[in-house]
């Protein structure tokens, strides 16, 4: 159960931070090039897009949040998903995603 939500909410954030690298590769590269010169404007935007990746995926992949399923509690609780939960889990994966992408 915790290695599926665990590669559900990575594959989430990773196709979040895709669609949002995909979205901001011309600006980007614009910009970039009216700035930074042409040979290493391209480099600079290689950049940029690795960046836009590894903070969507880190920002979407909470692992703090899973650790709750894993560790144990002093007290007895039940540890199981209300339906509700599972469903809203991966929305919940892709707003934390978009929220941190700068």
């Known amino acids: 159960?915790?290695?599926?939500l665990l590669a559900v909410t990575f594959g989430v954030s990773f196709a979040a931070a895709a669609i949002?690298?995909?979205i901001f590769r011309d600006?980007?590269?614009?910009?970039l090039a009216r700035i930074i010169a042409d040979d290493i404007s391209?480099?600079?935007?290689?950049?940029?897009t690795f960046a836009i990746y590894v903070t969507g995926v880190s920002g979407g992949v909470r692992i703090w949040d899973l650790e709750k399923y894993i560790?144990?509690?002093?007290?007895?609780?039940?540890?199981?998903?209300d339906h509700a939960?599972?469903?809203?889990?991966?929305g919940t994966e892709l707003f934390a995603t978009f929220h941190r992408i700068p």
């Open 20 to 22: 949002i690298a995909r």
């Open 85 to 90: 939960e599972e469903m809203l889990a991966p």
């Open 27 to 31: 600006p980007v590269d614009s910009i």
């Open 1 to 4: 159960m915790f290695l599926t």
């Open 42 to 48: 391209s480099a600079w935007r290689k950049y940029m």
């Open 71 to 81: 560790t144990p509690e002093r007290m007895p609780k039940p540890r199981s998903l």
